[in-house]
């Protein structure tokens, strides 16, 4: 159904690739204490721009998406083809330390196979991270992305991820702002001027400010 999706909404023309996609990965290598060599499985790989700087983090890494477009994307990095809602994911079990998925489970109208299949293919004490679009912060334009099909907050991503049996879950709310990541008083500042800034703004840092992710782990 969404084949075509990454030459209709994310070409070049409508949204540039940014340097955000190393410093969000070089974030999360540093969180969540990733060492080279780790094996992570990226779900809804897209343009691989993730994929791609986790690989120059020297992990060891793979890509899952619905879109055969992906692959041209892939700077040599294997991407399989995958019905995350309806497909086995194809690996075997036990095969990865991580698997990452970013703006990817908003998109599916039943996660279980997602989350099943997640669970199945990592390794014990595997981790499984997810972002996602903050329901609370984004429920005004959330919808107009039409391929967003179920809305998240940090209470039903950590509910998800208990039903299936994760362990030491956790879900908090996430500013896509480095210098939030580097100086997190300033999340106050944002907290302040939320309420002002106009709902499609243009403007990254006063879009960011208000607009939230919820990023949510659990453990195998």
Not at 34 to 40: A, D, H, P, R
């Amino acid at each position: 159904m969404y084949e075509n999706y990454l030459s209709t909404i994310y070409n070049e023309n409508d949204r540039p690739k940014t340097n955000y996609p190393i410093k969000l990965c070089k974030f999360l290598f540093e969180k969540f204490n990733f060492k080279e060599g780790m094996s992570l499985l990226e779900i809804g790989c897209g343009r691989c721009e993730t994929l791609n700087k986790f690989k120059e983090l020297k992990l060891n890494v793979t890509g899952l998406d619905v879109s055969k477009e992906a692959i041209s994307f892939s700077d040599g990095v294997v991407v399989k083809i995958c019905n995350i809602e309806k497909q086995k994911i194809p690996f075997e079990d036990n095969t990865f330390d991580i698997i990452f998925s970013k703006s990817l489970i908003e998109h599916l109208s039943e996660p279980d196979n997602f989350l099943k299949e997640s669970r199945r293919v990592l390794k014990k004490n595997g981790i499984l991270i997810t972002m996602v679009p903050d329901w609370e912060s984004n429920y005004k334009i959330y919808f107009d992305d039409h391929t967003h099909k179920t809305p998240y907050t940090k209470y039903s991503l950590l509910d998800a991820y208990n039903i299936f049996g994760f362990n030491g879950s956790k879900a908090e709310l996430f500013r896509q702002l480095p210098i939030v990541w580097k100086y997190p008083y300033l999340n106050y500042f944002c907290y302040l001027i939320s309420p002002f800034i106009p709902v499609r703004t243009k403007n990254k840092f006063f879009r960011w400010s208000r607009e939230l992710m919820v990023i949510g782990w659990g453990l195998k």
